[in-house]
T-cell receptor
Framework: AQSVTQLGSHVSVSEGALVLLRCNYS??????LFWYVQYPNQGLQLLLKYTSAATLVKGINGFEAEFKKSETSFHLTKPSAHMSDAAEYFC???????????FGAGTRLFVKA | DAGITQSPRYKITETGRQVTLMCHQT?????MFWYRQDLGHGLRLIYYSAAADITDKGEVPDGYVVSRSKTENFPLTLESATRSQTSVYFC?????????????FGQGTRLTVV
């Protein structure tokens, strides 16, 4: 069964600092991986997705993620945090049948001024 | 361009009552999903639907009922609400279910069962 694990339920960075949110997946087949962001009192929206075309995926708002098969990871990064990046971030994987998306537990990002 | 809307946004109900959460999408997406979001668990799939009149269980279906008589609507009913069903519920839709297709989410319904 496929699964994702997000390391760290909370991450705190200073404004302007590097953002690194960790995600490891478990899959017996090439995975389809996603990062979603949830702002307070809102639904989730797609940040980026990996679909095997390129290992480095660029998303919205300056975020990117690198797929590393050897490490079974899909970590999310942003070079310089903004206050507006404060939100909860979810890593997700599509199951082999393609019918369901399996979400990680989420990482809440805090950005300090 | 409403997209996907959920109603109500907030609901307080008593234990044992039946409550229905509504979900409506304007994109004519084939697939629709209901998730619940709980601290420490992320989002867990309750039910999903591949088309009108086709529904199936997800990870945590017990205590919930769904129907999909029209493509655009996918209501979720708690037959007899329990305190453990206090949660934030998200409806989502997707145009198809190839594995690389993302889901589009509503704003959620915060349900409190007292």
């Amino acid at each position: 069964a496929q699964s994702v694990t997000q390391l760290g339920s909370h991450v705190s960075v200073s404004e302007g600092a590097l953002v690194l949110l960790r995600c490891n997946y478990s899959s017996s087949v090439p995975p389809y991986l996603f990062w979603y962001v949830q702002y307070p009192n809102q639904g989730l929206q797609l940040l980026l997705k990996y679909t095997s075309a390129a290992t480095l995926v660029k998303g919205i708002n300056g975020f990117e993620a690198e797929f590393k098969k050897s490490e079974t990871s899909f970590h999310l990064t942003k070079p310089s945090a903004h206050m507006s990046d404060a939100a909860e971030y979810f890593c997700a994987v599509s199951d082999t049948g393609g019918f369901k998306t399996i979400f990680g537990a989420g990482t809440r990002l805090f950005v300090k001024a | 361009d409403a997209g996907i809307t959920q109603s109500p946004r907030y609901k307080i109900t008593e234990t044992g009552r039946q409550v229905t959460l509504m979900c409506h999408q304007t994109w004519s997406h084939s697939y629709m999903f209901w998730y619940r979001q709980d601290l420490g668990h992320g989002l867990r799939l309750i039910y999903y639907s591949a088309a009108a009149d086709i529904t199936d269980k997800g990870e945590v279906p017990d205590g919930y009922v769904v129907s999909r008589s029209k493509t655009e609507n996918f209501p979720l009913t708690l037959e007899s609400a329990t305190r453990s069903q206090t949660s934030v519920y998200f409806c989502a839709s997707s145009p198809n279910k190839t594995p690389n297709t993302e889901a589009f989410f509503g704003q959620g319904t915060r349900l409190t069962v007292v």
